[in-house]
């Protein structure tokens, strides 16, 4: 059967590179055409060496392709995308400018118009765990974020059964990739290393993504949630740490039994019996679920691990390509995490 021939629009970011790794050895495509202002003209194994395999020259535009991903800060993204999808291209768009179905909110959360709000309601989102099958039939899927994939999944099933009284308090933890490869003066070595700190304690924009998925999902809406990120000493990786009262009457095995139920028939959404740790799934497509009830307070405890740019970025984007060409979910990214 031939392949689909895909396209990265900037393969010159974390992201992007990373889509360039899980591509190259995915059997149903083929990298044809990928895009980055800074290296064009270069070649992407002599950028990347960890690439040397990809043989192929950086372009200012992307070329004629079936399946397109974008790989762009929000805002460069929707214009890159928009007329991919006026050319009949298939697009994956990693950046957050198709995630929220509501313009205003859009506008609200990342300062400017949305240059085309009917797109917001085309497109799928990408999270399989909740949209496979508006997935399957998109022409158009946003990637979730890597803090909303990791929070959503770990907070799904408790609010689909009912299992929390009231408010919820998220405190999510990333690794310093989850900045992305752009020179900034937060992500120096000197000011990362050996430190810990919260960040967007006023609103994340990540946060109006969380709640429209969980309130489409919840039993009890409005969600009432408070998240808070920090940035963590570590290349990649990220742990949510999700609090909430628990509904009195219900128990820990009974918790357990239904997220092992929800996620029965995921590939990639393990329950896991003990605390999840973030190379647990470095590497790999995992996101590694633990719940668990501190019984003195009542309190329900879910701890969700991923790796941010493979479950939290690129593996998810190759998950929903998959899910686009009716091929097996998980095809191309059933590697294991890496340990030590
Ligand atoms: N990092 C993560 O863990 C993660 C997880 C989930 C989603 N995402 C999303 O995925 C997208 C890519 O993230 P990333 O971490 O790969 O970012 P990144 O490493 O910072 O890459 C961004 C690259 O985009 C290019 N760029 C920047 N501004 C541009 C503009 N105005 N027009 C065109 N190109 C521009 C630059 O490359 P050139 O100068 O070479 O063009 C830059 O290196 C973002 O939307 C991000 O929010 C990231």
Redesign the pocket.
């Known amino acids: 059967m031939a392949k689909t021939r895909v396209g990265i629009v900037?393969v010159?970011?974390?992201?992007?590179?990373?889509l360039a790794r899980i591509l190259l050895r995915h059997p149903a495509v083929e990298i044809v055409s990928a895009?980055?202002?800074?290296?064009?003209g270069k070649n992407v194994g002599s950028v990347f060496p960890h690439l040397a395999p990809v043989d192929l020259i950086i372009q200012h535009e992307l070329g004629d392709v079936d399946l397109a991903f974008?790989?762009?800060?929000?805002?460069?993204?929707a214009?890159?995308v928009l007329p991919l999808l006026k050319k009949g291209v298939r697009v994956i768009d990693?950046?957050?400018?198709f995630r929220l179905k509501d313009a205003t909110e859009y506008q609200r959360w990342y300062e400017h118009a949305h240059p085309d709000p009917e797109a917001l309601s085309a497109a799928a989102y990408g999270l399989p765990e909740l949209h496979r099958q508006e997935i399957q039939a998109a022409r158009l899927v946003a990637?979730?974020?890597?803090y909303p994939t990791c929070t959503i999944l770990g907070l799904a099933p408790a609010l689909k059964n009912g299992l929390i009284e009231g408010h919820i308090v998220v405190d999510s933890k990333?690794g310093v990739?989850?900045?992305?490869?752009?020179l900034k003066l937060e992500s120096h070595f000197s000011e990362v290393n050996e430190n810990l700190g919260a960040y967007s304690l006023r609103g994340h924009r990540h946060l109006p993504e969380i709640l429209q998925e969980l309130n489409g999902v919840s039993a009890k809406r409005p969600v009432s949630l408070t998240f808070v990120p920090h940035l963590i000493p570590m290349t990649?990786g990220m742990l949510s740490s999700c609090y909430a009262t628990l509904k009195p009457g219900k128990t820990e095995t009974e918790v357990k039994a239904l997220y092992a139920d929800f996620y029965r028939d995921e590939p990639f959404v393990k329950i896991v019996d003990r605390p999840p740790q973030t190379k647990h799934t470095l590497g790999s497509n995992l996101c590694l679920i633990y719940p668990t009830v501190d019984t003195r307070t009542g309190t329900l405890v879910v701890l969700s691990c991923l790796d941010?740019?493979v479950k939290?970025?690129a593996g998810q984007a190759v998950q929903n390509m998959n899910l686009m060409l009716g091929i097996p979910e998980s095809t191309g990214i059933d590697m294991l995490p890496l340990y030590p």
Do not use: I
């Open positions: 900037n010159t970011g974390y992201v992007g590179a990373e895009t980055g202002r800074s290296e064009a974008s790989a762009l800060p929000h805002r460069a993204s214009a890159a990693t950046s957050a400018d990637n979730p974020g890597c990333s990739s989850g900045a992305g490869r752009t990649r941010n740019l939290g970025a």
